[in-house]
């Protein structure tokens, strides 16, 4: 007999997208056979589809489509995509979201929606669109949040640690160094108050070359492509990886020695992929979003309180030996 079909709504960003996966292996485990479908932006549609629980990815644009309203084809798009996600009933939808946007979405979808209520949503008119408004603290880790959700629809104790459980594609060849073990240095961030100094960077590079670890340097616009290939020119083992897809993002973080970040989605996919990982955070409390995954990993700093270089390096020396 089949279990209940699942809808979860969460379309961004990348960091809070990764912290609801742990949702679905509670979903998988207390629901055996259940379908469990997932809404995402299409820039981030390809973390729901590495968990092996998740049957069907539903991609939508909301970022595109704000920018192309009076657009013949933006309409056709909604279009089709209500189409997809009313065609068929869903024993329950879980917007863990909480804005307007995505309370929007979970409309386009039949069957019974829960979501945050009035004190927990991030945007409080989005509680009005849900069947069962669910009060989860805004004090609590966002991953804990979104387990919430899914044991208020279903009525299950939460009585186990946080899992990810990914599949993780292989590793493109001609991204890594061949034969030799690397780190990953996520040195860019959305917003210039997460940013760690260059100087510190240096210094932390130049602690893993001595380890034997190349260090790669992600890169996802011409803007911090610019400044990844500055730093690594001043790096003694730093290597510039080309454009790559979230696919082969994920797979390169798995496969690192090490993964050394800044509080950025790449990091926590990083720690998710089950990779031993640094966080640096510059702006935010890691309390509500530090690090979790299935290795070791370590969240440094806070709101004005840049770690030092030799803290985050033997956090990565700890992280490395466990």
């Known amino acids: 007999m ?6 979860i709504v969460k379309t961004s960003s990348m960091g809070d997208i990764v912290h609801a996966l742990p949702l679905v292996s509670d979903l998988a485990a207390r629901l055996p056979g259940a379908r469990i479908e997932w809404v995402a932006e299409e820039g981030f549609s390809a973390i729901p589809r590495l968990h092996p629980a998740v049957t069907c990815v539903i991609p939508v644009a909301l970022r595109r489509w704000r920018k192309r309203l009076l657009a013949a084809s933006t309409w056709r798009e909604i279009r089709e995509t209500r189409h997809q996600m009313h065609e068929v009933p869903y024993d329950r939808i879980i917007d863990c979201q909480g804005l307007l946007k995505s309370a929007w979405v979970a409309r386009w979808a039949r069957g019974p929606r829960t979501g945050p209520d009035r004190d927990s949503a991030r945007e409080k008119l989005a509680a ?30 939460i009585d186990t640690p946080p899992r990810f459980n990914l599949r993780v594609p292989r590793v493109p060849p001609d991204l890594v160094p061949a ?14 108050t997460k940013l760690w100094s260059d100087e510190r960077w240096r210094s932390v590079e130049a602690w893993l070359a001595g380890q034997g670890l190349t260090s790669l ?35 390169v973080l798995a496969g690192a020695t090490v993964v050394i970040g800044l509080d950025t989605g790449l990091s926590h996919l990083s720690a998710a992929v089950g990779t031993p990982t640094v966080a640096v955070y510059c702006d935010y409390d890691p309390a ?26 033997a956090a990565a020396a700890q992280v490395m030996r466990r």
């Open 128 to 157: 009005w669109f849900y069947d069962h408004a669910v009060n989860v603290p805004p004090t609590l880790h966002a991953i804990e949040r979104n387990r919430r959700f899914g044991a208020a629809a279903f009525a299950y104790p």
């Open 179 to 192: 034969g030799k073990p690397f780190a990953v240095l996520l040195t860019n961030a959305s917003r210039p």
């Open 288 to 313: 509500l979003v530090g690090l979790v995954g299935d290795a070791p990993c370590v969240s440094l700093g806070g709101v004005d309180q840049q770690p030092l270089a030799n803290a985050v390096i």
């Open 217 to 251: 340097l992600p890169w996802g616009s011409m803007t911090e492509r610019a400044a990844c290939q500055k730093r690594a020119s001043m790096m003694r083992s730093a290597v510039l990886l080309p454009r790559v897809s979230l696919d082969a993002a994920a797979a």
């Open 2 to 7: 089949s279990g209940p079909r699942i809808l």
